[in-house]
């Protein structure tokens, strides 16, 4: 990849320029006004560090472990619905970057790719996020199946009991794969080597439910499925049934509130993620960094506390660890990534938001990433 790309606004410029409007405009946007989508990023800029010198700063180390599994820095890839239209075979060429670098890559239920095609392509486990479908039989197998295929954690999104409206997708008429009308085979003519890469895979709807449940042969439209098989009903009693079904790490996903948090504690996951859905559900919601740290105060010595939303590079990953988080999530990041470069991409990605972490912490005064704390920030955070 070029030299020259060097921050995670490089990629995502080069995303929009490659990857088909509607799927670069489903990435890139939050719910109605987006007023929740730009506060998260906005309120890690207010952040500020303590500059600290004369220090020494060899031997650094940024690894840790997340849902107790060794990580060579806190960073995981986020679910994200819909990645291999990014890019063709996206969550494959995801999961083997982040397998590379040595960190979680989390396939979502609307995955273009199965659990199974990911599987095959990487041999260190990834993670698996589920959402709570009506047809119950549905959500067991989708269970059994990540076990089956060695997912070593599993990620319960509760903030999407319904979709958050998101203006461009209707606009766009956003389907996988996209329907074919004027302004869309127009915009296609301008994204060749999106074209070839689709062209050149099979994998070009949501696999892991076409062919999964009965009656549901297209899934084209995230909408219309989602309105139909997400069920609204969801609540804590169904959360503790797949906890006892899960056998192995919980990670519980949509948490901003601390009594919601404390209602994750006594469900007996081993991790909770305090997320906004990167401000795509309840616009108006405050921004998770906003948030951690009181989620951090309540629960934060009963449950690992991860948090996602508005990271834009290493520096948004020390600031969240300062204020308590164990370990973030990135979706957008590596979206850009993949949409600009594909797994070189994502790879490029990663060690962008690598080299700013450790560059930061150094400056900041630590050589071990498990030293810092919110001692690193100056008031009213520090
Ligand atoms: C395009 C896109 C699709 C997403 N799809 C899912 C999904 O299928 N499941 C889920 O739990 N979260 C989903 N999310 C939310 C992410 O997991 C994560 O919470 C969010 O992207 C974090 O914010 P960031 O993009 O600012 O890093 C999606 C986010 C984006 C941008």
Not at 276 to 299: F, K, M, T
Request: aromatic fraction near 6%.
């Amino acid at each position: 990849m070029d030299p020259t790309i060097t921050t995670i606004e490089d990629l995502r410029r080069i995303a929009k320029r490659r990857v088909p409007r509607m799927f670069y405009d489903y990435a890139d946007s939050g719910s109605w006004t987006e007023g929740t989508y730009r506060a998260n990023e906005a309120d890690f800029a207010a952040i500020q560090f303590r500059q600290r010198v004369a220090v020494d700063m060899t031997d650094r180390s940024l690894a840790t472990t997340m849902a107790g599994q060794r990580v060579a820095m806190p960073v995981a890839l986020a679910p994200t619905g819909m990645t291999g239209m990014q890019h063709a075979d996206g969550e494959i060429l995801a999961a083997r970057a982040a397998e590379a670098a040595g960190v979680p890559f989390t396939l979502s239920t609307m995955s273009i790719c199965s659990i199974e095609d990911v599987a095959e392509a990487v041999s260190s486990p990834f993670w698996f996020q589920l959402y709570f479908m009506r047809d119950r039989a549905f959500n067991d197998r989708l269970i059994d199946r990540a076990a089956a295929a060695g997912c070593s954690a599993l990620v319960l999104t509760l903030d999407l009991q319904i979709l958050g409206q998101r203006h461009k997708d209707i606009r766009n008429g956003l389907s996988a794969p996209p329907r074919l009308t004027p302004s869309t085979v127009i915009d296609l003519l301008t994204k060749p080597r999106w074209c070839l890469g689709m062209a050149r895979t099979q994998r070009r709807t949501f696999r892991n439910i076409v062919g999964h449940v009965e009656g549901v042969g297209d899934t084209r439209s995230i909408s219309a499925w989602t309105s139909q098989q997400f069920d609204p009903r969801l609540d804590w009693d169904d959360v503790a049934r797949i906890r006892d079904r899960w056998k192995g790490p919980l990670i519980l996903k949509g948490i901003l509130d601390a009594e919601d948090a404390e209602k994750a504690v006594a469900t007996g996951a081993e991790s909770l993620i305090v997320s906004n859905h990167g401000g795509r559900q309840l616009d108006g919601a405050p921004s998770s960094i906003a948030i951690l740290p009181e989620i951090v105060e309540s629960v934060g010595s009963r449950i690992e506390v991860l948090m996602d939303g508005g990271i834009r590079s290493g520096q948004d990953v020390l600031k969240a660890i300062a204020l308590g988080a164990k370990g973030v999530f990135i979706g957008r990041p590596f979206l850009y990534g993949l949409g600009a470069g594909g797994e070189a991409g994502v790879a490029r990605c990663l060690e962008i938001i690598r080299k700013e972490l450790d560059m930061t912490m150094a400056l900041c005064g630590h050589r071990n990433l498990l030293d810092v704390d919110r001692s690193i920030l100056r008031p009213p955070h520090g």
